[in-house]
């Protein structure tokens, strides 16, 4: 079985048409339950065509919101992030856009972030050792809350306990370490 990978989408514009009609594409890909793939011309269903255009064997939208200027896309894929994806729609948008995209392994083996202002990429964060810093943060707090454990399950129920509050201030912030 894959790793899910949680892929959030935020597209914000300044209420094109032409942007608005690419969103609604996307919203009935949602409403019908339809394959992402359909939005693009002479998409095929092979794994090679989706994982080079899309960025996974298979992904799917889990949930779609949108007002007049800022949609929020949530994609689930297989093992990867949908960075092709978000490419084109940065292209389908004609780089008129500020789009944020963050991604979270479920292990959490990876996580990253790219935001597009215009086209441009103006900020980008990827940590794909994400386990090492979660090793290194669960040596600093073990030693700052002087923590000592009889059994690993015990050290691992404690980790638990901080570690997807960490592992998303990470994404926002960068390394903590």
Do not use: C
Not at 9 to 15: A, F, K, L, V
Not at 22 to 42: A, M, P, Q, T, V
Not at 69 to 85: C, D, R, Y
Not at 144 to 165: L, P
């Amino acid at each position: 079985m894959a790793n899910n990978v949680q892929n959030t989408i935020t597209i914000e514009h300044d209420g094109q048409e032409h942007i608005k009609s690419f969103i609604e594409k996307i919203r009935n890909i949602k409403r019908n339950n339809d394959s992402i793939h359909l939005l693009y011309e002479n998409s095929e269903e092979t794994r090679e065509w989706w994982e080079t255009n899309i960025g996974a064997k298979w992904a799917y939208i889990e949930d779609f919101t949108y007002d007049d200027t800022t949609a929020e896309i949530t994609i689930v894929s297989a093992w990867s992030a949908v960075t092709p994806f978000v490419e084109f729609i940065n292209e389908q948008t004609n780089n008129e856009t500020t789009i944020n995209f963050t991604y979270v392994d479920e292990m959490p083996n990876f996580l990253g972030r790219i935001t597009y202002e215009k086209g441009d990429i103006v900020d980008e964060y990827e940590e794909m050792d994400m386990w090492s810093l979660i090793e290194e943060e669960s040596d600093l707090r073990m030693k700052q809350e002087d923590k000592t454990f009889s059994t690993e399950s015990d050290k691992t129920d404690w980790m638990w306990d901080w570690m997807w509050d960490f592992v998303y201030e990470t994404l926002e912030n960068g390394s903590h370490v």
